[in-house]
């Protein structure tokens, strides 16, 4: 009788991956996961991992949260799933437009739905379309991001996403400009201090503004802190430069906070932490805890009042998704907005950042081989280095970030390579004994990958 094939040859034989490196994937295998707890992942071997990816940046209060999953059950109980097109929209959207808009920065707003990230990102810059061609502007489309910058997949925000992957595409569509990133470590010049940087980065952004003419350019997206570009925070004083100039061309600031907001810097929002206060916001991912795909788009005053009378003068918006504000997804946002805000996750994040940075930072300096550690809250990154006294990374051939990871798998741990650095960002259910072990296997992992390469 012919065997039953293993879980991971079914999974290689059936299913296209998405960002997966497929030579690894064939030798080492897929990791099939059945279920977890807190902050654990298990996989059909029954091998327990502790997800300090918060599988990607989303499942904040962990992969079993009780009360989370009460409040999906009881609305699926109570009405399953609905639209928000043609004048309807379930009660349950409606309660989270109000509460989005009350814990936005916003003094008022109006809010957007959406399935995912990227389609948030999209959903703005069409509104930003609408708004240039109904204000008599409709050379008003470029759109404006960084370097290193992760903004989605569709069509249009892999365009804004400042990654060169997205050449194999024939990406970035045109009138998709990237500036540079605000990551002072890597880029910063010989002799210049980390404010010079910064102001040279909002010169060389005023540059391409007057070089491409401030009245063909539609809006700036921006993360607070990079995610999967690296977690890169910003340079000192960054976002107050760049917002200065952006607001003398009448150019609006979106902070796309789709891993930053809810609770991840420390504060509902990344640019509270950063102290600005921008146009409009993208979120999703821990919108719901990563409990329901949905992205939201939360529009200041100005814009949603430009809007309201750009959409007045042409009858409606012709722009949703057969889900976009789906009851289901807006109950579930609603109680995950509770549990970080109300339950003790955000402060949890607050109270324990200080002990991861102090973690990981005595890991660098117990390392030869770490240039930097760098991030905010509960996201970090530790950047691999041949020479940190130089900077010079390790041959790209050696797959550095890669092996670290690989090894951090096979010990249990889950962790992300992304460039040279491997990146941390946790659950903010973590606790303390849970982040040692995560220091523990992570430090083993680094002192066996680093032996063999250096
Ligand atoms: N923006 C940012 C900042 C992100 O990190 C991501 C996802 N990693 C996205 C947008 C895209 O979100 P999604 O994968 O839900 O489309």
Same mark, same amino acid.
């Given at each position: 009788?012919? %065997? $039953? #094939? ?8 059936? !299913?296209?991956? &998405?960002? *997966? ?115 008599? %502007? $409709? #050379? ?8 290193? !910058?992760?903004? &989605?997949? *569709? ?127 993208? !979120?999703?991912?821990?919108? *719901? ?166």
């Amino acid at each position: 009788m012919a %065997q $039953p #094939q293993s879980w991971e040859k079914r999974a290689e034989e059936y !299913s296209f991956y &998405g960002f *997966t490196d497929l030579p690894s994937v064939h030798q080492r295998g897929t990791v099939v996961v059945t279920h977890g707890e807190g902050p654990y992942i298990f996989d059909t071997n029954g091998k327990r991992y502790l997800d300090a990816n918060s599988g990607l940046w989303n499942m904040v209060a962990g992969f079993d949260h009780q009360g989370l999953i009460e409040a999906a059950k009881a609305q699926y109980d109570r009405f399953p799933g609905y639209h928000a097109f043609f004048g309807r929209m379930s009660d349950q959207t409606v309660m989270l437009s109000e509460k989005l808009i009350e814990v936005s920065p916003f003094e008022r707003g109006k809010v957007f739905y959406t399935n995912s990230g990227s389609e948030a990102n999209d959903t703005m810059v069409k509104m930003l379309w609408f708004l240039g061609g109904s204000e008599g %502007q $409709p #050379q008003k489309r470029k759109i404006l991001t960084r370097w290193n !910058s992760y903004h &989605g997949v *569709t069509a249009v925000s892999a365009s804004m996403t400042g990654k060169p992957y997205n050449e194999v595409f024939g990406l970035p569509l045109d009138g998709f400009i990237h500036v540079g990133s605000p990551h002072y470590w890597r880029f910063g010049e010989e002799g210049e201090t980390e404010e010079q940087f910064t102001a040279r980065l909002a010169r060389e952004l005023e540059e391409v503004i007057t070089r491409e003419g401030a009245d063909t350019i539609a809006g700036f997206f921006a993360e607070p802190v990079i995610g999967a570009g690296g977690v890169i925070p910003p340079s000192k004083g960054y976002f107050q430069a760049i917002q200065k100039v952006l607001k003398k061309h009448g150019i609006p600031l979106i902070a796309d906070e789709v891993i930053c907001g809810f609770g991840r810097t420390g504060n509902t929002w990344g640019c509270q932490t950063y102290d600005f206060i921008p146009d409009a916001i993208i !979120s999703s991912k821990n919108l *719901t805890a990563g409990m329901f795909p949905m992205g939201a788009v939360i529009l200041g005053p100005e814009l949603a009042d430009r809007l309201d009378a750009a959409v007045e003068a042409i009858e409606e918006f012709p722009h949703g998704f057969t889900a976009s504000g789906h009851p289901v997804g807006s109950a579930i946002a609603l109680k995950a907005i509770d549990v970080v805000m109300n339950e003790g996750l955000a402060d949890n994040v607050k109270r324990l950042a200080p002990r991861m940075e102090q973690g990981l930072r005595e890991i660098m300096e117990r390392s030869n081989h770490i240039g930097e550690l760098r991030g905010v809250g509960y996201m970090w990154a530790l950047e691999a280095c041949l020479d940190p006294a130089t900077k010079t990374p390790f041959d790209g051939d050696l797959s550095v970030s890669e092996r670290i990871a690989n090894t951090c798998t096979d010990m249990g741990l889950i962790c992300r390579p992304l460039g040279q650095s491997i990146v941390l960002c946790p659950p903010f259910v973590l606790t303390e004994p849970q982040m040692d072990e995560m220091f523990d296997k992570l430090e083993q992992a680094l002192n066996k990958v680093f032996a063999e390469v250096a």
